[in-house]
């Protein structure tokens, strides 16, 4: 049984459940993060490791859109990157990730460590409390982390990628590996996602940036099959709580027709699918998403149809979280983040 306090009643669970709100709770991906001056001064002092690594400035610099837009959920500052070094992978920052040796065969996934997070991870979960702790206590606090296919483009290209050619020809040219890998990414994930929830985080997001390169045979075979893989094992680790379940596929409108066999509690859209036609397809599943994030330079009158356009076609069943369809540009205007938040906030049917 669901038992009844702020998190539980908030707009964001309750819509995370298919419950219905009198309006669609709102927050961002990436609503902590350059485009907010009071971030780029934190980051003139520390680098942006650094800022993942010190919990207290990762809980203020998650703060900052709390206190600065009022957004209905918090997610934890931090990046889809962390597991990595605990695995035996060191990752830097300029600005995009690269992962100095990247995985190239199976000896180099046997090589991969599995790892217990509340220990070599023990400053997210510290950054998880400071943040649980500075939080209203209404306002619901979004753990995260990158969903396995995702993560092994980043570890086999070692970095970011417009073609991923190594990414396809190990998938392609030796499935074993990319199996064994995407097995252990699977598995890190899962245990990483617990410990965050273990900490204090409400819900969980599992972000496949990339799944969207793949062809539809491929996105079940690679992308989907171990995102379900991560979310059967969290939920069933977490089967005394009420932690909702986010899987957001980045580009998933060829996908529609299989996407909710993920199990996820929500579906995060992006921004290339009309929203209105998205929920025709998924039927009753919660979904999140999907203003085009460019829209956040349009002139200020129509910004706010847009959002209301968006409100509209999401609200055909319950259960619809607003936010982009992917992360806020580094130059969005402060202003018109505003004004997107008090467009939903003060909708009413
Ligand atoms: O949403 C939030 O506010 C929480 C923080 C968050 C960050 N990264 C902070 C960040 C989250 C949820 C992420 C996830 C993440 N990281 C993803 C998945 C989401 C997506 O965008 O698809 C991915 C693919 C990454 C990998 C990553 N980290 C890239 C490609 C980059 C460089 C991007 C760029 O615009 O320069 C990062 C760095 C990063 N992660 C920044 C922030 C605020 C910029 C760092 C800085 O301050 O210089």
């Not at 992978?89 to 995009?96: E, M, N, R, Y």
């Not at 000896?107 to 950054?127: C, G, Q, R």
């Not at 417009?162 to 245990?191: C, E, F, I, W």
């Not at 986010?246 to 009309?274: E, H, K, M, S, T």
């Amino acid at each position: 049984m669901q038992k009844s306090d702020g998190i539980s009643d908030s707009l964001f669970i309750r819509a995370c459940r298919g419950l219905p709100t009198e309006r669609p709770p709102i927050w961002m991906m990436r609503q902590a993060g350059r485009y907010m001056p009071e971030y780029r001064k934190v980051r003139e002092k520390v680098s942006f490791l650094e800022l993942c690594r010190t919990p207290d400035l990762a809980c203020e610099v998650t703060m900052q859109p709390i206190n600065e837009f009022g957004f209905d959920a918090s997610i934890l500052f931090s990046d889809i990157m962390v597991p990595l070094p605990p695995m035996g992978l060191a990752v830097d920052f300029t600005p995009g990730p690269v992962i100095a040796q990247p995985i190239q065969n199976e000896s180099d996934i046997a090589k991969l460590k599995t790892f217990d997070p509340n220990e070599e991870l023990s400053y997210v979960m510290d950054a998880v409390r400071a943040i649980r702790k500075a939080l209203p206590s209404d306002t619901p606090l979004i753990g995260f982390a990158g969903s396995p296919f995702t993560m092994m483009t980043y570890c086999v290209e070692g970095g970011g990628s417009k073609a991923y050619p190594k990414t396809r020809a190990m998938m392609y040219g030796n499935k074993k590996a990319t199996h064994a890998l995407l097995s252990k990414l699977a598995q890190v994930t899962a245990d990483y996602l617990v410990a965050q929830a273990n900490a204090g985080a409400n819900a969980l997001q599992l972000f496949d940036s990339w799944a969207g390169i793949l062809p539809p045979s491929g996105f079940e075979e690679f992308a989907l099959k171990y995102a379900k893989l991560v979310i059967d094992n969290v939920r069933e680790r977490l089967a005394d709580q009420c932690v909702p379940i986010i899987y957001f596929a980045n580009g998933c409108a060829p996908y529609l027709n299989v996407y909710a066999n993920c199990g996820a509690d929500v579906l995060g859209i992006d921004w290339r699918v009309d929203l209105a036609a998205a929920r025709k397809a998924l039927g009753s599943v919660p979904v999140q998403g999907n203003m085009d994030p460019g829209c956040l330079y349009l002139p200020p009158e129509e910004l706010r149809k847009e959002v209301i356009s968006v409100i509209e076609k999401g609200r055909s069943t319950p259960g619809h979280i607003f936010n982009l369809g992917h992360g806020v540009m580094p130059t969005a205007p402060m202003e018109n983040v505003r004004l997107m938040v008090d467009t939903v906030k003060s909708w009413s049917a």
